[in-house]
C-alpha cells in the first residue's frame, strides 16, 4: 500500500509497514528488517522512481535501510548522504538493553551495512566523531557534525492542550514534549516534579508517547503527584502555542549512555525560546552548549539534588527577569537553522 501526496515543500511517497510502532521490541525489529524490502517491492511495481535523483539523504533511525539505499543508489548512480542521530546498538549495550552476543554482532552488521552505502556520514555532535574515526580511514567516508535542524517557518496550529483549563493554571510550566522510552532515563524528571510538590507555583506537563510512559504515569500516581499531568502526542504544529504557555524545556538522557546525543527537543525548546532543564550523560556535547550559550542548566551526576537546585536557580532568574528568550532564539538561528544544514548536504553531495 502506498500513497503519494504533495506536501509543504516536497513531494512525499508514503508506503505502509506494518508493526513499526508497536512496543514489542521483536515485533518492531522483525518489521524493520524486512521494511526495505517491502519497499522496494512496491517502488518496483510502481516504478515510483520515475525521476532523475540527483542527490540520495536518509536518516537513521533506522539501521535497516540499507538494502533500499542500495538499490536507489543502483537505478540512480548518484551519491549518498547518511544523516545518523542513534548509534545503534550501542546505545543498547550502554543500557544494558544487549549484550555482546548473536543479537548485538546481529545488529551491528545491519548498521555497518547502512554505513557502508554512504558516501557522507553526518552525526549530530563532535563526541560522535571518535566512533568512526576508524570508519572513516578503512572506507574513505567523509564523516562530519550535522547539526539537528528545525525549519524557520511552522504552521502555527492552536493546541489541543490547554493548560488555562487545567490544574495546572496559573503556574510556571515545566514541559517535556518527545519520546519517553528507556534511553531518556526520564525516572530523574518525575523525581523533580516530586521535590517540587510543595511549590504551588510550578507544574510539569509530559506531551508524547514511549515505552516508558505507563510506567512514568504509575510513578506519578504512586507518589500521588498533583502538579503533573500527562498527554498523548500532539500535531508538531502545535507544539509551538503549547511552548508560549511554559516556561521551562526538559531533557533527560540516560547517565549509562557513551555516545553523545543533542535532543530534537531542546532544538525546538531554542527555537520557542524556552530555556532548559537538563539531565545528561557525563561527557555530553550538550553540557558546553547549555552552559556556554547560556540557555539553561543542566547536569551529569544524575542527582535529584542538584538537578532541583539547578532548576530553582533558573526559575528564580526567570522571575528576575532575565532574559534567556533572546538568546536561546540566536542560538536556534546561529546552529540549528534548516538552511545551515540545507547548504552543508549539499555540499557534501557535490564533492
Not at 2 to 25: C, E, M, W
Not at 125 to 143: Q, R
Not at 265 to 281: C, E, R, T
Request: proline share 3%; glycine share 6%; charged share 25%.
Amino acid at each position: 500500500t502506498y500513497l503519494v501526496k504533495d506536501l509543504r515543500y516536497a513531494k512525499v511517497i508514503f508506503i505502509k509497514v506494518p508493526f513499526l510502532k508497536t512496543s514489542i521490541n521483536i515485533i518492531r525489529a522483525i518489521a524493520e528488517l524486512f521494511m526495505p524490502f517491502l519497499m522496494i517491492k512496491i517502488i518496483k511495481k510502481n516504478n515510483l522512481f520515475n525521476f532523475k535523483v540527483d542527490g540520495l539523504v536518509w536518516y537513521s533511525p533506522s539501521i535497516f535501510h540499507g538494502p533500499l539505499i542500495k538499490y536507489i543508489k543502483k537505478i540512480s548512480n548518484t551519491k549518498t548522504y547518511l544523516i545518523i542521530r542513534d548509534i545503534f546498538p550501542e546505545w543498547a549495550l550502554d543500557l544494558k538493553l544487549m549484550r555482546k552476543g548473536i543479537i548485538y554482532y546481529f545488529f551491528k552488521m545491519v548498521a555497518n551495512y547502512q554505513y557502508a552505502r554512504a558516501d557522507s556520514i553526518g552525526v549530530q555532535s563532535p563526541g560522535n566523531l571518535k566512533y568512526f574515526k576508524a570508519w572513516k580511514i578503512k572506507h574513505n567516508t567523509n564523516v562530519e557534525v550535522l547539526n539537528n535542524w528545525l525549519l524557520k517557518e511552522y504552521r502555527d496550529k492552536e493546541c489541543s492542550i490547554s493548560i488555562e483549563n487545567s490544574s495546572l493554571k496559573g503556574r510556571k510550566i515545566f514541559v517535556y514534549a518527545g519520546n519517553m522510552g528507556i534511553a531518556q532515563g526520564m525516572d530523574i524528571l518525575i523525581d523533580l516534579a516530586r521535590f517540587f510538590i510543595n511549590r504551588a507555583d510550578l507544574g510539569f506537563i509530559f506531551v508524547g508517547r514511549g515505552s516508558n510512559m505507563a510506567k512514568l504515569k504509575a510513578r506519578s500516581n504512586d507518589y500521588n503527584l498533583d502538579n503533573i499531568l500527562f498527554f498523548d502526542e500532539i500535531d508538531p504544529d502545535e507544539i509551538p502555542q503549547l511552548y508560549k504557555r511554559c516556561s521551562v524545556g526538559l531533557i533527560a538522557l540516560d547517565a549509562r549512555h557513551k555516545s553523545h546525543n543533542i535532543p530534537g527537543k531542546f532544538i525546538s525548546y531554542m527555537q520557542s525560546g524556552l530555556p532548559v532543564v537538563a539531565s545528561v550523560n557525563p561527557g555530553n556535547d550538550l553540557i558546553d552548549i547549555v552552559n556556554n550559550q547560556g540557555v539553561g542548566k543542566i547536569i551529569s551526576d544524575g542527582s535529584i539534588k542538584n538537578l532541583a537546585l539547578k532548576a530553582e536557580d533558573l526559575i528564580a532568574k526567570l522571575d528576575e527577569g532575565q532574559n534567556y528568550d533572546s538568546r536561546c532564539k540566536e542560538l536556534f538561528v546561529k546552529m540549528y537553522s534548516a538552511e545551515t544544514a540545507v547548504n552543508q548536504i549539499k555540499s557534501s553531495l557535490l564533492k
